[in-house]
């Protein structure tokens, strides 16, 4: 049997991210094809301009819930602990800007996943003593799927957490693709988040297939 952070690492091998914004197909085509190419988790994100709200995005939610809970596919709702809450969502990821985690962690309970993005040594370390599962670390690479992303960092800031000793799962995230993606296994992640290398690929199985791959046999040497 995995230790929680053991089966959490699992989780975090293939982390894809979507929103309606982000597909070239429609979203549920979109996932389908995701999970058939094995991704690992699946981070419900509707953000952005021409980003759905209200009824419509709780309804594509629940849509891309039910296919995440047919697959056996967690769910995990970015930013907005209410929706999480409301769907009984398998958790939640939330940013320095979002709700603290300590207070996510008390709200939701011990069961539920909280993923937090941390782009320094000290943000890291609060997210762990805050109770967070796993940190979401980026952008490695430049990305054009967030407006008010960071300064691309590199592999730089994952590797000095795990230089530091931290032991916390790790997800590198922004700008991955199946080219780029050894050096962020080899820092340290566990694995990656990706929106655009699955959503807008030409063929969705096979990119992430391909992705998954090069995440499993990235840290051989
Ligand atoms: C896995 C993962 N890592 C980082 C992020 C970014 O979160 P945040 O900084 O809160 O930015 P938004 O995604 O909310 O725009 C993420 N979503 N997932
Ligand atoms: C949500 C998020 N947080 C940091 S970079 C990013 C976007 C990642 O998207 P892509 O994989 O298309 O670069
Ligand atoms: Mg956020």
């Not at 309606?20 to 979203?27: D, G, Q, W």
């Not at 047919?70 to 320095?96: K, S, T, Y």
Request: charged share 20%; hydrophobic share 40%; with cysteine.
């Amino acid at each position: 049997m995995l230790s929680r952070s053991e089966h959490i690492r699992e989780l975090l091998k293939l982390y894809f991210i979507m929103g309606s914004v982000n597909c070239r197909l429609s979203p549920a085509d979109t996932l389908l094809q995701a999970v058939n190419g094995g991704i690992t988790l699946f981070q419900f994100r509707e953000k952005g301009p021409g980003a759905l709200s209200g009824a419509a995005a709780v309804d594509l939610a629940r849509q891309l819930q039910g296919i995440c809970r047919q697959r056996g596919i967690p769910f995990i709702v970015n930013d907005d602990i209410g929706l999480a809450e409301m769907l009984d969502a398998d958790g939640v990821h939330v940013g320095q800007e979002d709700e603290p985690a300590a207070a996510i962690r008390r709200r939701l309970g011990a069961d539920k996943i909280v993923g937090v993005s941390a782009h320094t040594l000290e943000e890291a370390q609060q997210a762990v003593s805050d109770g967070a599962d796993y940190l979401g670390v980026g952008p490695v690479y430049p990305t054009s799927s967030k407006e008010d992303a960071r300064a691309v960092q590199g592999t730089q800031v994952i590797e000095q957490l795990r230089r530091s000793g931290l032991s916390i799962p790790i997800v590198g995230i922004g700008g991955i693709t199946a080219d780029n993606v050894t050096p962020v296994i080899r820092a340290g992640a566990d694995g990656i988040s990706v929106i655009s290398a699955v959503a807008q690929a030409p063929e969705i199985t096979g990119a992430a297939r391909h992705l998954l791959h090069k995440v499993i046999t990235s840290g051989r040497t």
